[in-house]
DNA sequence: GCTTGCACCTAAAACGTTTTAGCTTTTCCG
DNA sequence: CGGAAAAGCTAAAACGTTTTAGGTGCAAGC
């Protein structure tokens, strides 16, 4: 009913009333569709954006990439074009299900990240015909945005091993993406080659703080020997921090904690957490300027771009 | 060109190609909204959700309301149905630019939070013709879920008064919102009829914690005696810890912290954090409830809902 | 009684895409 | 070389909405 132009219509207020009432009757629900179809002005290109995430994972680098992504639609925006950009969000390993993917009917472009090894089939299997950014996955028919997972663990290790930690410990969640699993088995191997013993593999339920102090609490509980800890989560590290403290130990004479630098005020832990983990400055960027290139057909061939860790000294290791 | 149905289709890999080489010279950009009207099953109605906030507020509260909504989505869906939800951000004052708001071309409901006074006034004097909820603020065409600054601010008062706090203090940052202003307004006068003086106000630059602990150590370092402080927003609270520690003090021996739970981790901030604040679980519940009933014309008239404070005693009052 | 202006109604066009059907051309096979 | 199948082309219809244009009826003003 005419987007709220009535009184520029000049239609009487009984009428407004009327059709007002005809429509809750009805329970009319427009079609957004069609009214941007008939509504927008045939010079310019509207464009959609969109991050694609699963419910299950921290909205962190997500927030992060949607700014970015908005600054560089902000700066291209007039003459023309006109972009919209909406974060979206899919049950974890079902994003096949998400609507107007596969039909392309809901954007021109997006970055999609968070996904499960069920989502990594799908999206291997059908090359979505408009611009796709990946990240932090290989997927040989898209561009992905990739952290180094393997270097990660190493310096992790390296850090730890150089304070003089002989008892290793790595915590991780039950399930393992393939960029936590790269990183634990990479702590571990070189764990292993420098110290000549195998690192403790402790698992947590998930992700949350909870879960990591529960895990961790098990494992110190038990009487084993510790005095280096790497968390692949910093959301973990932080449940680790409470599990040392409730024991009695101190961070990081007692034990040291390194983390990966994912959440927002890692910095603000007590102590401050040391951090080896993918540069999310560099990433964001990365992942921004090639969803553009893609759009802009400046790249045709997908590409993979590799972001080195960035290692942040604080003081807990 | 054919949202990637060229094999059934039976065209040759030659034409396929030369189809997408016109497509790349032309630089074509397909319109989403005119591929939707077409694609779509004409038995199911497409119902588009949306989240609005601010570029520079932070996702904790918005991420709730969003999977709570698709939650009722998902309920709801099939039998001729069918949700996209998504989240969209605005610049802080600049709703009113926000492209397919005016004219209902973007939204059949949404939810607006983290508007700034421009953009409740952009709100108050034009009523979009769709469901709209707002969270945070009060504005009369609209249905609106509220905290309860005022009770907020007293309660927390009280309980830095009940443990023998005398010298209070209250931080907040420089641009106040409706809610944080009244926040600590009511703080203000809950001390000074309880306690008969007047609690400092301590004002950072911003939101981050950084911000927070900065003010509050050159409020500390100038010699001024505080044994309690109410923080407006837990962000500011965890600066403040800092600022607290370096400054030798204990916490809650020597300064006792209540902050307000609007921050995911509350609960792992070294001491825990007590919290004074808004119930997340119950505004986000009744936000979609009221988001649901409006588009299903269960209600008609705007209501106005005030959610009562939730009290979390931590360790750290 | 005639004009004027207002409120309302109706029909048709337009937005950009995909699908369908029908027709023409090319290719393949014996 | 004839015929069938494959591939290509073209035109038209459809998706749901808003806008435009044109028309009808009614009241007020001369």
Redesign the interface.
């Known amino acids: 009913?005419l987007?709220?132009r009535h009184e520029e219509r000049r239609l009487s207020p009984a009428t407004v009333e009327r059709i007002r009432k005809a429509v809750?009757d009805l329970?009319y629900?427009?079609?957004?569709?069609?009214?941007?179809?008939r509504?927008?002005d045939p010079e310019v290109?509207?464009?959609?954006l969109?991050i694609l995430t699963s419910?299950e994972a921290p909205?962190f680098l997500v927030?992060r990439v949607?700014?970015q992504v908005?600054r560089m639609a902000d700066a291209r925006t007039g003459s023309g074009r006109?972009f919209?950009?909406?974060?979206?969000?899919f049950h974890a390993g079902r994003l096949r299900e998400m609507?107007?993917l596969?039909?392309?009917?809901?954007?021109?472009g997006v970055v999609i990240t968070n996904t499960l090894p069920d989502d990594d089939a799908f999206l291997a299997a059908?090359?979505?015909?408009?611009a796709v950014v990946v990240l932090g996955r290989r997927l040989a028919n898209y561009s992905c945005v990739l952290d180094t997972p393997g270097e990660i663990g190493r310096r992790a290790a390296e850090i730890l091993i150089k304070r003089g930690c002989r008892h290793l410990v790595v915590l991780t969640p039950a399930l393992l993406t393939q960029s936590t699993a790269e990183r634990a088995d990479a702590f571990c191997t070189a764990a292993r080659t420098q110290t000549g013993s195998e690192p403790a593999r402790v698992v947590a339920a998930g992700f949350t703080?909870t879960q990591g102090a529960d895990a961790l609490r098990a494992h110190l509980g038990a009487g084993r020997c510790c005095d280096g800890l790497y968390a692949v989560t910093d959301?973990l590290a932080?449940?680790a921090?409470?599990a040392i403290?409730d024991a009695g130990r101190k961070i990081p004479k007692d034990i040291a904690v390194v983390g990966v630098g994912d959440h927002e005020?890692a910095d603000?832990?007590?102590p401050p957490l040391t951090c080896v983990g993918p540069s999310n400055e560099t990433i964001v960027e990365e992942v921004v300027t090639q969803l553009f290139d893609l759009?802009?057909?400046r790249r045709?061939k997908p590409v993979e771009t590799l972001v080195p860790p960035s290692v942040v000294m604080r003081a807990s290791a």
């Open positions: 009913m987007a709220n809750r329970g629900m427009p079609n957004v569709a069609a009214r941007r179809l509504a927008h290109h509207h464009i959609e969109g419910f909205l927030s949607l700014r908005q006109d919209s950009v909406s974060i979206a969000m609507a107007g596969l039909n392309a009917s809901r954007f021109n059908t090359t979505l015909p408009y703080p959301g932080l449940g921090y409470q403290k005020h603000f832990f007590d759009m802009n057909r045709v």
